[in-house]
């Protein structure tokens, strides 16, 4: 003996909620795109990889050595010299009581390459080559009680690469660099251009 079951039909909202389910559950929202990045936001993405640079060699050259004369030269990628390499020097002293560094040094780029780990924020992803002689005085802050406040200059910067995402196409060659850094902004000029950013 054959069972049948018999269906009974589903009301009309039903049916209406199960298909807008249905069309609604893989649409998901979806985030806004970037803006476009106009020329003052390229170079402000390129002098965060340029500062970004500066504060891994500082890193890998600098901190941790004894107080006074710094001379020292690593890869830019801990890949190899492959990558380029960044030669620093010059002096760097530490105030305990300040919580900070003075720094009176250059950082001299050769083809160094450094790309930012992949970044949500749009203006926080590059992927440049900086070459030039970069010079960096003032105070870096050690602790949270000092601020950092610093002069970052070159006669002639040249940077090359990426900056944005989506990527844009970036060069910048034998630029005149002049900026200063209060805090986490940056300020100043780039290749006769108001440019700056902020951490």
Request: charged residues 10%.
């Amino acid at each position: 003996m054959n069972l049948e079951l018999k269906r009974t039909p589903e009301p009309r909202a039903s049916r209406i909620f199960i298909l807008l389910c249905v069309a609604g559950c893989g649409a998901g929202s979806h985030p806004a795109p970037a803006p476009p990045c106009d020329q003052g936001c390229q170079d402000g993405v390129a002098l965060l990889g340029a500062r970004t640079m500066m504060k891994l060699a500082y890193n890998t050259v600098v901190q941790g050595q004894n107080v006074g004369p710094q001379d020292g030269t690593t890869p830019c990628l801990p890949s190899g010299s492959t990558h380029g390499s960044v030669h620093v020097f010059g002096t760097a002293t530490v105030n305990a009581v300040q919580g900070s560094s003075f720094v009176m040094l250059s950082y001299d780029f050769q083809n160094c390459l450094y790309s930012s780990p992949p970044d949500p924020m749009a203006d926080q992803n590059f992927s440049v080559t900086l070459t030039g002689l970069v010079t960096e005085q003032g105070t870096l802050a050690v602790q949270p009680s000092s601020t950092t406040a610093l002069a970052i200059q070159s006669d002639s910067l040249s940077l090359t690469g990426t900056v944005y995402d989506p990527p844009v196409d970036y060069a910048a060659s034998d630029c005149v660099l002049a900026v200063n850094q209060n805090g986490n902004a940056v300020a100043g000029t780039f290749c006769d251009r108001a440019a700056g950013f902020t951490f």
